[in-house]
């Protein structure tokens, strides 16, 4: 297993991408738009996908502006098979808060588990689609 990327709701996607890019020095790795779902995906850091930590910033596009309560999303963490990190998250007392399948409007595998403190943690097909 490894940390795959944090998403943040950002409510202004392109000044979100700036601040990243020009102001911490990340590249901008991969933008998607789920229209839909209405909203657009974008993958930033400072290094590629495959060997890298990134940040997933989400911009749900009826909303432009959150509450820092409500602004942070999840960790993500790639797994080899969802179905079977969920069953072995079961067997060790973890609770799963979203059964694992495909995702809405998408076409990765994930589930998603909650932490003691209710913090969500993705958990994502090795292989995604998206």
Not at 113 to 125: A, N, R, T
Request: charged letters at 30%; glycine letters at 10%.
């Amino acid at each position: 297993m490894r940390l795959l990327h944090t998403m943040l709701r950002v409510g202004d996607l392109d000044r979100s991408i700036a601040f990243y890019s020009e102001v911490l020095g990340m590249t901008l790795l991969r933008r998607k738009d789920y229209p839909e779902g209405k909203f657009t995906l974008a993958f930033i850091g400072y290094g590629n996908e495959a060997d890298s930590t990134v940040i997933e910033l989400t911009h749900n596009w009826d909303t432009t502006a959150y509450e820092l309560g409500n602004g942070y999303g999840h960790i993500a963490i790639e797994v080899d098979d969802v179905y079977k990190a969920c069953d072995d998250i079961r067997q060790r007392g973890g609770k799963i808060t979203r059964e694992p399948g495909p995702m809405q409007h998408g076409a990765s595998v994930l589930a998603f588990v909650e932490d003691p403190d209710g913090y969500k943690i993705e958990l994502l097909s090795a292989k995604r689609a998206d």
